[in-house]
Nanobody
């Protein structure tokens, strides 16, 4: 249902853009999130989006990462700038259906159990 792409190897300070293509009939009704899991660590929330103006970020990526979505293309993006070695991880896209018009709050976005679908992940490696 969700397919990520755009991962790879980049030097510190560089940029990557991840894409997540969703095969969901009512894509616009899904809150979308990006999570990541570094080796030996638990998976963590990175960014979430409901509408184009309702976005949330982990403190560690604020000001460097931007999440966006194109409902016409059923795709969500994660633009990652000023990458650091600590950003190295497998990045996962997730989709959670929202029954309300207000979408997901921050607290709901960061909780993995609120998502219905997950992608297979894409590796991002940042070299120092």
């Amino acid at each position: 249902q969700l397919v990520e792409s755009g991962g790879g190897l980049v030097q510190a300070g560089g940029s990557l853009r991840l894409s997540c293509a969703a095969s969901l009939r009512t894509f616009s009704r899904y809150a979308m999130g990006w999570f990541r899991q570094a080796p030996g660590k638990e998976r963590e929330f990175v960014a979430g989006i409901w509408t184009g103006t309702t976005t949330y970020y982990a403190d560690s990526v604020k000001g460097r990462f931007t999440i966006s979505r194109d409902n016409a293309k059923n795709t969500v993006y994660l633009q990652m700038n000023s990458l650091k070695p600590e950003d190295t991880a497998v990045y996962y896209c997730a989709a959670g259906f929202s029954y309300g018009a207000s979408g997901f709050s921050y607290g709901v976005h960061v909780t993995e159990g609120n998502y219905d679908y997950w992608g297979q992940g894409t590796q991002v490696t940042v070299s120092s």
